[in-house]
T-cell receptor, first 112, second 117 residues
């Protein structure tokens, strides 16, 4: 399977703390994207990082990409209860016509 | 951002019936749409790539005769689950690709929960 791995599978933190999720993938990529999914809902696109980029920021989100290690991380700073959701990385793999391959996901729980 | 809708959001059907799910890009034209399936607490698995005006491309292990895909216009793709069985119960999500110069983004619909009794 080409599916990527995410860790941790589940993460529980208190509001105000930072949350870090990691994603590893298997093939060369055009870009890597992070998505958020609330329970039973569709996906919300968070951020896209291209293969020639190493770091990207968007609000409280910081994404890093290390293509030599085939890994990425998503950092959510100053987390809020509303950040509770599942987070997925997805890779746009080279030569696959923009098909996305999703990681296994991290379920984040932010408590008050 | 771009908006993708799905209809219905939830459907319950009897085993052996067929169910059609619609995916629409509301404010852009999508030459390519994707259909995914997601089982509870699992990740999304790509089922097929839907190309406007041509046959869909199915992923390995996905039965094309069971999951019929039609992409008749630049804003609409449909997935029909034929002769549905309980094991087809799942969350089906579509996405539409909006080319934007460099890297592309995919915009996801809200999903359709199918329950087959």
């Amino acid at each position: 399977s080409q599916q990527g791995e995410e860790d941790p599978q589940a993460l529980s933190i208190q509001e105000g703390e930072n949350a870090t999720m990691n994603c590893s993938y298997k093939t060369s990529i055009n870009n890597l994207q992070w998505y958020r999914q609330n329970s039973g809902r569709g996906l919300v696109h968070l951020i896209l990082i291209r293969s020639n980029e190493r770091e990207k920021h968007s609000g409280r989100l910081r994404v890093t990409l290390d293509t030599s290690k085939k890994s990425s991380s998503l950092l959510i700073t100053a987390s809020r209860a509303a950040d509770t959701a599942s987070y997925f990385c997805a890779t746009d793999n080279t030569g696959t016509a923009s098909k996305l391959t999703f990681g296994t996901g991290t379920r984040l729980q932010v408590t008050l | 951002g771009a908006v993708v809708s799905q209809h219905p959001s939830r459907v319950i059907c009897k085993s052996g019936t067929s169910v059609k799910i619609e995916c629409r890009s509301l404010d852009f034209q999508a030459t390519t749409m994707f259909w995914y399936r997601q089982f509870p607490k699992q990740s999304l698995m790509l089922m097929a790539t839907s190309n406007e005006g041509s046959k869909a491309t199915y992923e390995q292990g996905v039965e094309k005769d069971k999951f019929l895909i039609n992409h008749a216009s630049l804003t609409l793709s449909t997935l029909t689950v034929t002769s549905a069985h309980p094991e087809d119960s799942s969350f089906y999500i579509c996405s539409a690709r909006q080319p934007s110069g460099g890297a592309d983004e995919q915009f996801f619909g809200p999903g359709t929960r199918l329950t087959v009794l």
